[in-house]
C-alpha cells in the first residue's frame, strides 16, 4: 500500500505509536518515509489527522492493537479484549469510511495488498454504543482474514491482557 498510494498521487500517514527503542523508532519511521509514507504520532496527532482526513488523505491505524483501561472490551477471536476507539470515533464523527486492508504474503512470496468493503455509516452518531458496533465490525473483518491465513498473523502483544481472559495459546 505504501508505493501504491502515493505512485497514484494519493497522500498516505499512518497513524504510529513511539517505540521504546528509539533507534529501532526512527529505524522503521525512516523506512515509512521512504516509501511516501508520512509518520503520526498517536498520542499528538489528533489535530494532523483531522487535518489529512478533511483534506481526502489516507490514514492507517492499526485497529487491532492492545488498548488498556482506556479502551472498550469486545471480543476478539472468541475472547474479550481492549479496543482503541480512535479509528471508529473518528468514522462517526468526521464522517469518513473505514477500510480494513491487509498485505498477504502469495504463494510465489509476493505481497498483495487486499481491501475490504467499506465501514461507513454516516447517518449514525458518535455515542459509545455506536462506536462498539463499528469496532465489532471491523473485528469480525479481522478474525476472517486471521481465520483464512492463521500462519500470516504475527502477533507479538499480549492481546487479551487486563480482560481476566488468557485468549489464544
Known amino acids: 500500500a505504501a508505493r501504491v498510494f502515493p505512485h497514484f498521487n494519493i497522500p498516505v500517514s499512518v497513524n504510529t ?9 526512527a529505524y522503521t519511521n525512516r523506512i515509512r518515509e521512504r516509501l511516501g509514507v ?8 489528533l489535530r494532523e489527522i483531522n487535518t489529512r482526513l478533511k483534506n ?3 490514514i492507517a491505524i492499526l485497529t487491532d492493537q492492545y488498548a488498556g483501561g482506556r479502551g472498550i472490551i469486545s471480543d476478539f477471536l472468541g475472547f474479550p479484549a481492549t479496543h482503541w476507539k480512535g479509528a471508529a ?4 464523527k468526521l464522517k469518513v469510511p473505514i477500510v480494513v486492508g491487509y498485505a498477504l504474503r502469495n504463494e510465489d512470496e509476493r505481497i498483495v495488498f487486499t481491501f475490504d468493503s467499506m465501514i461507513y455509516h454516516d447517518c449514525w452518531d458518535d455515542t459509545e454504543e455506536n462506536i462498539r ?5 471491523v473485528n469480525r473483518i479481522h478474525e476472517q482474514y486471521i481465520i483464512a491465513h492463521p500462519h500470516q498473523w504475527f502477533w507479538v502483544h499480549k492481546r487479551w491482557k487486563g480482560t481476566g481472559q488468557q485468549g489464544m495459546k
Not at 17 to 25: A, G, V, Y
Request: hydrophobic share 40%.
Open 17 to 25: 505509536k513511539r517505540q521504546r527503542n528509539d533507534l529501532f523508532d
Open 38 to 45: 508520512s509518520v503520526i504520532d498517536m498520542y499528538k496527532g
Open 56 to 58: 481526502n488523505e489516507m
Open 89 to 92: 470515533k473518528l468514522s462517526l
Open 133 to 137: 458496533a463499528v469496532i465489532d465490525e
